[in-house]
């Protein structure tokens, strides 16, 4: 089992930034792609960012790209979302997210997701 803890959420203005950290634990994650998602109420779940675990390859989400970097450290197993720039659009619960390698970055099928950490950003 693996079990994915989000981190690093909160409220900031336009403009603003947060890095938000998902710290695993339990099975090893040196086999797993890590990416992840956002769903803003009402709306669908949308793909943020992935990386393999390497962390040779990243894919990101069409309107995130530019501002937003994911970065892990696999000796200490955490996954990191640089999120630059945010913008009020950008208002979501955001999840950490992790499946087994080999991946297709750009949308996989997690086989386990964190508990979430929101992200509001006002204008």
């Known amino acids: 089992q693996l079990q994915l803890v989000e981190s690093g959420g909160g409220s900031v203005q336009a403009g603003g930034s947060l890095r938000l950290s998902c710290a695993a634990s339990?099975?090893?994650?040196?086999?797993?792609?890590m990416g992840w998602f956002r769903q803003a109420p009402g709306k669908e779940r949308e793909w943020v960012a992935g990386i393999t675990p390497s962390g040779a390859s990243t894919h990101y989400g069409t309107f995130v790209k530019d501002r937003f970097t994911i970065s892990r450290d696999s000796a200490k197993r955490i996954v990191y979302l640089q999120m630059n720039s945010l913008k009020p659009e950008d208002t979501a619960m955001y999840y950490c997210?992790?499946?087994?390698?080999?991946?297709?970055?750009?949308?996989?099928?997690?086989?386990?997701w964190g508990q979430g950490t929101q992200v509001t950003v006002s204008s």
């Open positions: 997210a992790a499946a087994l390698s080999p991946c297709v970055l750009g949308y996989f099928s997690p086989n386990y």
């Open positions: 339990g099975e090893t994650t040196l086999t797993y792609c």
